[in-house]
């Protein structure tokens, strides 16, 4: 593996670090709010209107045709400036790759180019109020319908990660209710208007109104919307988990800006304890000082077995079950990161939002606020932890 970029990699790099500082919006309301989202959807239609917004994918569907490393590049300089989360990220990164793979050639002409241009915003369809880790338990279900050339779907999915901003819902549904329970299932993608669809907003413990519940109730979706092999989804869902837990969603950028930020507030509170502040007295404790060098360590870890990744994709060898370790290791660093930030702001942590002494907007709480779903959402860890012993280290099924 050569740690080095190549020149023309470093003149791509300069190319997007200059665009982004020129054109990153800094302060925009969360994207888990109705008011939010919308500004997200217009710094979305930015990225795209310069070639920004998917550029490893093919010029035809609106990239740039950039290779696995000028991506990551891109991903670096992406969270180095402090541009805020992709609210497209559920198509462009998760759904995308998986047309990518199992879509027909009329399938990525309608949906890549209208999703790079954030026009369509997709949600993810999986939970189900009774199967949420078991997967394979999902209820919900689609019956053929021969006179129409479709299927009338029924059923409820839930923990609807934006559903109720976005306008498609791609998921697996039930369509051979007699098949083993890892059969019988395909993979459809459903415009949340059609007649039958009821979408409730569920709000988040911080606030946020950013989940939904999404009710179907005779929805007519047609065969053109089956996603892979009728009956064969649980493999096409996989590739989709498979890029949520790895590379795709979890590009190391965002941890690595992250651990810079910490390393600033660490100094910027440093200054503060030397000059006699007593609310900045934490910052002078030897033992936070090492968490917050670990955290930077950790970043700089994923980063490293990120690249050693993109080399094997790059070698033609696939991620398979290792994007489940990835995906322990990325939830658990994000948790102790913003958990060594709260120590250092010390009781200050709790100001957040319109406190005007809040410390960096009451970023931190938020951000410490969601990291604790990381373990939970993606596959929860305990889950991942039985893939890597079975799969990755070989172990028997208990
Ligand atoms: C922020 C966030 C966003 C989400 N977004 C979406 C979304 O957009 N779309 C979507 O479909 N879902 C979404 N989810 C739901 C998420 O995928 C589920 O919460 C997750 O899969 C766990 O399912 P569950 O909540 O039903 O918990 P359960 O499956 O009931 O699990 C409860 C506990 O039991 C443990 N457990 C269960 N089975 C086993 C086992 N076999 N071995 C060991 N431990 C086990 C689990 O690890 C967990 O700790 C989101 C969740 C969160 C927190």
Same mark, same amino acid.
């Given at each position: 593996?050569?740690?080095n970029?190549?020149?023309? =990699? !470093?003149?791509? /790099? %300069?190319? @997007?670090?200059?665009?982004?500082?020129? #054109?990153?919006?800094?302060g &925009?309301?969360?994207?888990?709010?109705?008011?939010?989202?919308?500004?997200?959807?217009?710094?979305?239609?930015?990225?795209?209107?310069?070639?920004?917004?998917?550029?490893?994918?093919?010029?035809?569907?609106?990239?740039?045709?950039?290779?696995?490393?000028?991506?990551?590049?891109?991903? =670096? !300089?992406?969270? /180095? %400036?402090? @541009?805020?989360?992709?609210?497209?990220? #559920?198509?462009?990164?998760? &759904?995308?790759?998986?047309?990518?793979?199992?879509?027909t050639?009329?399938?990525?002409?309608?949906?890549?180019?209208?999703?790079?241009?954030a026009?369509?915003?997709?949600?993810?369809?999986?939970?189900?109020?009774d199967?949420?880790?078991?997967?394979?338990?999902?209820?919900?279900?689609?019956?053929?319908?021969?006179? %129409?050339?479709?299927?009338?779907?029924?059923?409820?999915?839930?923990?609807?990660?934006?559903?109720?901003?976005?306008?498609w819902?791609?998921?697996?549904?039930?369509?051979?209710?007699?098949?083993?329970?890892?059969k019988?299932?395909?993979?459809?993608?459903?415009?949340l208007?059609?007649?039958g669809?009821?979408?409730?907003?569920?709000?988040?413990?911080?606030?946020?109104?950013?989940?939904?519940?999404v009710?179907?109730?005779?929805?007519?979706?047609?065969?053109?919307?089956?996603?892979?092999?009728?009956?064969?989804?649980?493999g096409?869902?996989?590739?989709?988990?498979?890029?949520?837990r790895?590379?795709?969603?979890?590009?190391?950028?965002?941890?690595?800006a992250?651990?810079?930020?910490?390393?600033?507030?660490?100094?910027?509170?440093?200054?503060?304890?030397?000059?006699?502040?007593?609310?900045?007295?934490?910052?002078?404790?030897?033992?936070?000082?090492?968490?917050?060098?670990?955290?930077?360590?950790?970043?700089e870890?994923?980063?490293?077995?990120?690249?050693?990744?993109?080399?094997?994709?790059?070698e033609?060898?696939?991620q398979?079950?290792?994007?489940?370790?990835?995906?322990?290791?990325?939830?658990e660093?994000?948790?102790?990161?913003?958990?060594?930030?709260?120590?250092?702001?010390g009781p200050?942590?709790?100001?957040?939002?319109?406190?005007?002494?809040a410390?960096?907007?009451?970023?931190?709480?938020?951000g410490?606020?969601?990291?604790?779903?990381?373990?939970?959402?993606?596959?929860?860890?305990?889950?991942?932890?039985?893939?890597?012993?079975?799969r990755?280290?070989g172990?028997?099924r208990?």
């Open positions: 593996m050569d740690l970029f190549t020149d023309a =990699e !470093e003149a791509f /790099r %300069a190319e @997007a670090r200059a665009w982004l500082e020129a #054109n990153v919006p800094h &925009l309301p969360s994207g888990d709010t109705r008011e939010g989202f919308d500004l997200h959807v217009e710094w979305e239609k930015k990225l795209f209107d310069a070639r920004w917004s998917v550029v490893s994918w093919p010029e035809e569907y609106g990239g740039r045709g950039a290779t696995l490393w000028e991506w990551l590049i891109f991903e =670096e !300089e992406y969270y /180095r %400036a402090g @541009a805020p989360q992709r609210v497209t990220q #559920n198509g462009i990164f998760l &759904l995308a790759p998986t047309i990518f793979e199992f879509g050639d009329a399938q990525k002409s309608r949906f890549l180019p209208a999703m790079a241009a026009d369509d915003l997709w949600c993810q369809g999986w939970s189900e109020p199967a949420g880790s078991d997967l394979a338990g999902i209820k919900s279900r689609a019956v053929r319908d021969d006179a %129409a050339g479709g299927w009338r779907i029924s059923g409820q999915k839930t923990w609807t990660t934006r559903g109720a901003f976005c306008n819902l791609f998921g697996l549904f039930r369509t051979d209710p007699e098949a083993e329970r890892h019988g299932m395909t993979y459809l993608m459903v415009p208007d059609a007649d669809v009821t979408v409730r907003g569920v709000g988040r413990l911080d606030g946020d109104e950013g989940f939904a519940e009710f179907f109730d005779d929805v007519f979706v047609a065969d053109d919307l089956v996603l892979g092999e009728v009956d064969q989804g649980w096409v869902a996989m590739a989709t988990t498979s890029s949520e790895g590379l795709t969603l979890r590009s190391p950028g965002r941890f690595c992250a651990a810079d930020r910490l390393v600033d507030l660490w100094k910027r509170r440093s200054a503060l304890a030397a000059s006699g502040d007593p609310a900045a007295v934490a910052a002078g404790d030897p033992a936070l000082r090492e968490d917050v060098a670990q955290s930077w360590i950790d970043a870890a994923y980063r490293l077995a990120t690249l050693a990744d993109v080399t094997g994709i790059v033609g060898r696939p398979g079950a290792r994007s489940s370790l990835t995906k322990i290791f990325w939830s660093l994000d948790v102790r990161l913003h958990e060594t930030a709260l120590a250092l702001l200050s942590a709790e100001l957040v939002d319109d406190s005007p002494s410390v960096d907007g009451g970023a931190w709480m938020k410490y606020q969601f990291s604790l779903s990381g373990p939970i959402y993606a596959g929860t860890n305990e889950i991942q932890r039985n893939v890597v012993a079975e990755v280290l172990l028997p208990k």
